[in-house]
């Protein structure tokens, strides 16, 4: 199981951008999905989290501005980042909670992370 997050870049304060993550490889489903972020000098800390009935859950510091989403038939969550900050800049990881099958054919439940991607808002 893989994810794969695109979307990041460099933003001007004030602007938006609109993160997306897809699982791909042997998902038979997905619970929760999050994204996560983490800024230099700084432990990961969540930002959203979605479950698979798509209750929401933010951090303080994101309400209101962040929205999360997600779309079970692509395996895809996303984050859409409005009223950007210069401290919102971090590299930001998506996470699922996936319910797959091993090479046995038995199921099994995976913690994946996706491969960052960076976000940078200029003052």
């Known amino acids: 199981v893989q994810l794969q997050a695109s979307g990041g870049g460099l933003v001007q304060a004030g602007g938006s951008l609109r993160l997306s993550c897809a699982a791909s490889g042997s998902v038979s489903g997905i619970r929760s999905m999050g994204w996560y972020r983490q800024a230099p000098g700084n432990e990961r800390a969540m930002v959203a989290t979605?479950?698979?009935?798509?209750?929401?859950n933010y951090a303080d510091s994101v309400k209101g501005r962040f929205t999360i989403s997600r779309d079970n038939a692509k395996n895809t969550v996303y984050l859409q980042m409005n009223s950007l900050k210069p401290e919102d800049t971090a590299v930001y990881y998506c996470n699922a909670d996936v319910v797959s099958k091993d090479a046995l054919d038995q199921w099994i439940a995976l913690n994946a992370w996706g491969q960052g991607t960076e976000v940078t808002v200029s003052s």
């Open positions: 979605i479950s698979s009935g798509g209750a929401t």
